[in-house]
């Protein structure tokens, strides 16, 4: 017998459409919007459908934005010379609060990966090579992954023919990490890197 | 600098209030709705609006439904006679689930709890006694917390009065469980439960 009712199960079946949210998850949510007070509960529903119509990418750094071109491509006060290269743009978030990093963005939408049918022709290469004009350095930041790592030496090897210095994010030992949980590979880099202390 | 749109920063507010749902797992939902299509953003938004017109609360049982009295309470092919008391609906969906059980049920609206000022006032128990009349057996199915212990014995001994029979969920070693794990007061109480095998 159906106990719940369709609008509950349709919210959980929604719901459990994202990815990490699993039916229980999605199902203990459901049942808390009824806790809400209904005004919250509208406006979770408003920002959810405006932004489909609002949200759009960067026709310059295909950064997520409202406004075209977005506030870092416009911003003035950001180097022009340096870019880095990033997947999507939750990584701009997360190099931002690192406040080290005054260059502008890049972001490919991805990384190579065959096995699902992205190639280069599905990430934002030729915009990437179009900006490259003025820029003196490109940081190549993509996940460390392998199939970041296969387009970070794909991406170094078609900037090698302009005029560019390309770096990339350094590997190693994560801050606050202790050596005994770390992995054998990153450890092993972390030697291979080694640098002088003074 | 803020780098995220609005809209994108709204959505992961709102997502976050949900329990369970840090502000990086919010944010990561608002993303990935970006990857939907957008009919389908529209219909959660939409799911989501409509649930605070739809949804009430049985006005018999309390079970959240779109119908008032709830289907369970109309179901005619149900036990009267018996009457099972549960915190909340989801506890009604975990029930049915086993296929056990084919009386009514009681939504009590949560567990007596003073530090957070939930007395018998705030739970459904006045709509609870005024249902005793033709019940032969109540069934309390609170959870196995310490407010769900209390709110059990409150019931029994305000239903004790009553010409009515009171029992409650079975405690034990649970399904699958491994005796070396399970913990201590679960085991004590399974041991002294413990019953003859033929």
Known sequence: MKILPDSLERITQQLSRFPGIGKKTAQRMAFQLLEWNPEDVQQLGEVIINSTEKLRNCS???????????????????????????EDSRDVVAIEETSR??????ILGGVLSPL???G????NIQSLLARIGDIVEVIIAMNPSVEGETTSLYLARILQERDVKVTRLARGIPSGGD??????????RALDDRHELI
Chains 1, 2 share one sequence.
């Open 101 to 106: 990093f005054n260059g502008k963005y890049h």
């Open 120 to 123: 280069p022709d599905q990430l």
């Open 116 to 118: 699902e049918g992205v």
């Open 179 to 188: 050596l005994e949980y770390i992995d054998g590979v990153t450890l092993g």
């Open 60 to 86: 310059v750094c295909n950064l997520v934005t409202e406004a075209d071109p977005c506030p870092v491509c416009l911003d003035t006060r950001r180097d022009d010379s340096i870019l880095c290269i990033v």
